[in-house]
């Protein structure tokens, strides 16, 4: 069976955020591909020569389970490559002409994002993209998987697990971690993403 493989990113030194977390935080990344490929082999060697009732919880559950980890292998992806390259503003550009269309203005789009952000337990806030309506969205999902939309595309993904902060600014740190993504995000990665 041919397996995902963990991507590699080059993450320049970060304003908030120190490097052992990001080191810890890519070891959990490398969780979610190697469970990604657990699954996926873990189904294919019981689906040999299966009948009808054969492993059916074995097989409904790992399905179950399945998005969790793939969408947490992808999440992590948009995440880490938004840091590649270091901090850039985001320019005059497609992107910032979308978000001011579908939301007025940039400020306003980044303030209601940045609420959105503070949802309470773990998970991720999104900027999607969709290509059926051509709108920017804006959406939550619960642990990894739990609330995607249907086919929109990812364009902006910000890790809110504590893992992602707790070690640097305590669990009351929230806020700035938050501030801090965004004065650490590469927005060039970010238009790419809006422009694919
Ligand atoms: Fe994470």
């Known amino acids: 069976m041919q397996n995902f493989e963990a991507k590699k990113f080059n993450i320049p ?34 689906s040999k020569n299966l009948s009808p009732a054969e492993h059916v919880y074995a097989i ?5 389970r399945f998005s969790f980890e793939f969408d947490g292998m992808r ?8 840091f590649e390259g270091g901090s850039k503003a985001i320019s ?14 940039f400020e306003n789009w980044f303030a209601l994002f940045k609420t959105l952000a503070k949802t309470r337990g773990p998970g991720w806030a999104i900027l999607y993209y969709d290509e059926i309506s051509e709108r ?27 893992h992602s902060y707790v070690a640097d600014y305590q669990p009351s740190g929230k806020a700035q971690y938050i501030e801090d993504f965004f004065a650490n995000l590469n927005w060039g990665v970010v238009e790419g993403n809006f422009k694919s």
């Open 136 to 162: 920017l969205i804006n959406g939550w999902v619960d642990e990894q998987h739990l609330g995607h939309l249907n086919g929109l595309k990812p364009v902006l993904c910000l890790d809110l697990w504590e």
């Open 13 to 46: 030194a970060l304003k908030g955020i120190s490097a052992k977390n990001i080191e810890e935080h890519l070891k959990l990344y490398d969780g979610y591909v190697k469970n990604t490929n657990n699954i996926l082999n873990e189904i294919e060697k019981l």
């Open 75 to 82: 999440n992590h992806e948009y995440y880490f490559a938004s």
């Open 92 to 105: 005059d550009g497609p992107l910032k002409k979308a978000i001011e269309k579908e939301w007025g203005s």
């Open 60 to 64: 409904t559950e790992m399905y179950r």
